[in-house]
């Protein structure tokens, strides 16, 4: 069925070191993986995103990985910094695109 | 360009009544989707427009039903208000099919029914 799974739904880190959120989907036609940061208040904004014709994408401290095989995606946040404590969801899209489905959500937490 | 507004921000219902929410995409931007946020379920695809014409709904009830202008503005309603359509509304735009591509995402509205 229709399904992004996210994990971990909480996450707390100490600054300076990285921090992995996972996705997995149940598409197997999806080809457009983005992921979203929601800051307490506010909207969701497009931090990353990723088509199936690349492995791996990166910019700055934020990369995303896509096995499509596996049907799954990572983000990974290197040198944590306070600004990135927020809600983070991936997302996928389902049944040819017509509609995209988000996970659940990943609320990172970056101790001082 | 000016970002993505919803009127109005903050809404206070009552059971059984209806409510219109308003989506002002970046221009140029063809469709909408619109999302219920809660604290337990996320982000829940309720429907998108794209060029006037619905593309998809999500798992909602008919109670939820919406629209798309020739400037492309939307609408969603909500009729006959239950307790648990409490939640954050909030509308995306993009510049073409909504699951492909950069969303854009409004403020929001909340809406909390009594």
């Known amino acids: 069925g229709e399904n992004v799974e996210q994990h971990p739904s909480t996450l707390s880190v100490q600054e300076g070191d990285s921090a992995v959120i996972k996705c997995t989907y149940s598409?197997?036609?999806?080809?457009?993986f983005p992921w979203y940061k929601q800051e307490l208040g506010k909207r969701p904004q497009l931090i990353i995103d990723?088509?199936?014709?690349?492995g791996e994408k990166k910019d700055q401290r934020i990369a995303v990985t896509l096995n499509k095989t596996a049907k799954h995606f990572s983000l990974h946040i290197t040198e944590t910094q306070p600004e990135d404590s927020a809600v983070y969801f991936c997302?996928?899209?389902?049944?040819?695109?017509?509609?995209?489905?988000f996970g659940s959500g990943t609320r990172l937490s970056i101790r001082p | 360009k000016a970002g993505v507004t919803q009127t109005p921000r903050y809404l206070i219902k009552t059971r059984g009544q209806q409510v219109t929410l308003s989506c002002s995409p970046i221009?140029?931007?063809?469709?909408v989707s619109w999302y219920q946020q809660t604290p337990g379920q996320g982000l829940q695809f309720l429907f998108e427009?794209?060029?006037?014409?619905?593309?998809n709904k999500g798992n909602f009830p008919g109670r939820f039903s919406g629209r798309q202008f020739s400037n492309s503005r939307s609408e969603m309603n909500v009729s006959t208000l239950e307790l648990g359509d409490s939640a954050l509304y909030l509308c995306?735009?993009?510049?073409?099919?909504?699951?492909?591509?950069?969303?854009?995402f409004g403020p929001g509205t909340r809406l909390t029914v009594l």
């Open positions: 990723i088509r199936s014709n690349v």
């Open positions: 221009s140029g931007h063809r469709s």
């Open positions: 598409d197997s036609a999806s080809n457009y």
């Open positions: 995306a735009s993009s510049s073409e099919r909504g699951a492909l591509n950069e969303q854009f």
């Open positions: 997302a996928a899209p389902y049944s040819s695109a017509s509609k995209i489905i």
């Open positions: 427009y794209f060029s006037e014409t619905q593309r």
